[in-house]
Structures are given as structure tokens and as C-alpha cells.
């Protein structure tokens, strides 16, 4: 994450040639940003944090991730036993690969802000994530 925000200007210069092109991402696109994160970074008991906090509250983020439900990212409140996995990898959060969690609810774009709003909120998920328990998050269900 700090290596992708230390230095944006490849990015910005990235960004500006798929504009300069015609690139379309986003609106009226079916497209999706997908962020992945190592698998190695998170333990069993986050990626089930995770799964509960992506589907409990799927309307914000439908919001955060500028992406509705479809085909390709299934908002899926599952039972305790099955968080944390993924049936199918079109899922909001994708625990399928072996390697990397992927984080599927973000709509395309072109906006380089946008792709770095998208990456600190998988950051801000992930952290928040680690030290929250079960219980705080089951208390504060009314306030999100």
C-alpha cells in the first residue's frame, strides 16, 4: 500500500494515457476494480471479521465501492461456519484465491483518486478489522 501511494505520479501519467486514449471505466461499464491483498497478511479470524462487515452492511458498501450488486460481486450474508470462504469467486469479497483475499465490490474507474479512495478503504477494512471483536461489531450494528 505505501509503495503504491509513496509516489503517485506514475499513476496520474497512467491514468492520463488511458483518458487520452478513450479509455472507459466506470460509468455505464459493467467494469470492476478488484484490489488484492495477501492472504499472508491476515489470519482466519479477520477474513471472517471481513466477510461479516462487507455483507452485514453491504448498502455502504455498495456506497464505498460505487458498485451495485451484479453478476460479477454477490453481496452473500452466510452463516458463521461459511464466513471467511467463498463459494464462488464472484463474491464482494473473494476468499477463493489461494494466495491473495480479493476485495471485488468497487466499480471501475478512471479517476485516479478514485483508485486511491479505493485502496485505502480495503486498507482502513483490513486494520479495523484486526482488532475489533465480534462483540463491538454486533453493538454498533445500528449505528452504521
Sequence with gaps: ???????CSGWKELFNDFNRVGFVSGTDTNTGLHVHINRNVLDATQMKKIDLVVNQWSDLFKCI?????????RYTPKLHSQWGRSDSRYQSVNFSNRNTVEFRFFCGTNN?????????????IVLMTKNITYDDLYENEEAV
Design 1 to 7: 500500500m505505501g509503495y503504491h501511494l509513496s509516489d
Design 65 to 73: 465501492g460505487r458498485r451495485t450488486q451484479d453478476s460479477y460481486c
Design 112 to 124: 485516479v483518486e478514485e483508485l486511491f479512495a479505493s485502496l485505502e478503504s480495503v486498507k482502513i
